[in-house]
């Protein structure tokens, strides 16, 4: 079973930090510039400053944005901007946000995961890695010791047990509630009952943790705890993680859709002979004149069996159906890398150029092909959560950033770190 266990957090102080909105933060893997800058200006408080300072041209080995952060978080601590809480809890986090007219909350439950590695089957991946951000996570970790944003964590949860759970720990007023800049409202119950605790404990028993988001950060925490002394540092096998069920009826799945560009002539080729080796090629007409809502009503009708996926290209929209039907566990997604988008890649002259972005936006994906940023889109089709857990369970990985959890979770509600306070080892 996946372990958790309560955790003295580290919260703002709100006697002298009164608006944890301006606080708060996403997770830095979906941060620009432009919003690093923009957080960093919105309060000299906000955990920006730890979870992903700015670099400076002049940074030395000695001086760079983790030690900075380091400084920070330890000026932050003695001066009684953020403070350890006297209690070990779980805490309930409730994240409401509008989702096309309509108002949606999910709800998760914060907690220290005991850190196992992929092969134990306790805890599942379902993306691919890459090398850059874990090495940055991994820094900011060794010089800290401290996780300012959450992974965030599914579980299967039929009964729904969380509904029960969540009856009973949110029947007193939060601790805090506030909107951040994006309009999402966040509340926040410490949650110290020993039968709630024990109850949410059994109901992980015999129940896989899959990684929704942060397959970096927690492979990093992994790196950091096999490096650590755990007899004397036992915090450090640990990791910070909001654990949402399965089937909330807040959680929110989006495709992660490709988009390609800056290949040369003869891997656009390539492209156009594996579509027509590899798919039948439903022509749609031209992308000025495509029917959005139609065109992805029929993508999420077709793709769950038949693996189908939209095509955006100057000259033509269409629907692309596998010609091989894809084996079990198969999806969308994984079919295009693999018959398609891998083999077009490697063709290059130089394979480390990125030629791929990304974007939840289907409509944004054709945009991008009609004022030229994209020469070409690949459009998925919605993916059943069941699906990622099944192909998780079986040991498949997806390809990097195949699915978008909206919204992120956010940083700084709480802080989990790896001695000051820790996880109460001895809880049963």
Known sequence: MAVIKPFKGITYNRELVADPGSLITPPYDVIDPDEQEKLHRHNPYNVIRLEYGKTDPQDTETENRYTRAKTVLRQWLESGVLRPERDHNLYVHEQSFQWQETTLSRFGIMAALKLEPYSSGLVLPHEQTMAGPKED????????????????GLFPDPEPFMDS?????VSQPPAFETADSSGQNH???????????AGFTACLAGRPVLIADGHHRYETALHY??????????????????LVGA?????????????VSGLAKEQYKLIERLIEENYNFLDRGRPQELNRAAFREELDRLGPESGALGYIAPSGAALLVPRRKPAAGDLPVTVLHERLLDPAL???????????????????????VLRGEAEKAFIIGSMPVDKI???????MLMPQKSTYFYPKLPGGLVIYHTALGGVELDYQ
């Open 225 to 242: 705890s096999r490096k650590s002394n755990l007899n004397r540092l036992p915090g450090a096998g640990y990791v910070l993680v909001t």
């Open 389 to 395: 857990l099944e192909r998780a369970r079986r040991g």
């Open 247 to 259: 089937s909330d009826s807040g959680l929110l799945m989006l495709p992660a859709h490709r988009l």
């Open 165 to 169: 759970f969540r009856e009973q720990a």
């Open 187 to 197: 509340r926040l119950w410490p949650v110290n009952d020993r039968k709630l605790i």
């Open 137 to 152: 996570r991994f820094q900011l970790l060794k010089h800290t010791g401290a996780n300012f944003s959450p992974i965030f």
């Open 346 to 368: 490697a063709a290059g002259a130089n394979r480390n150029l990125n030629r791929l972005n990304y974007t939840h936006d289907a409509s944004r994906a054709l945009e991008s």
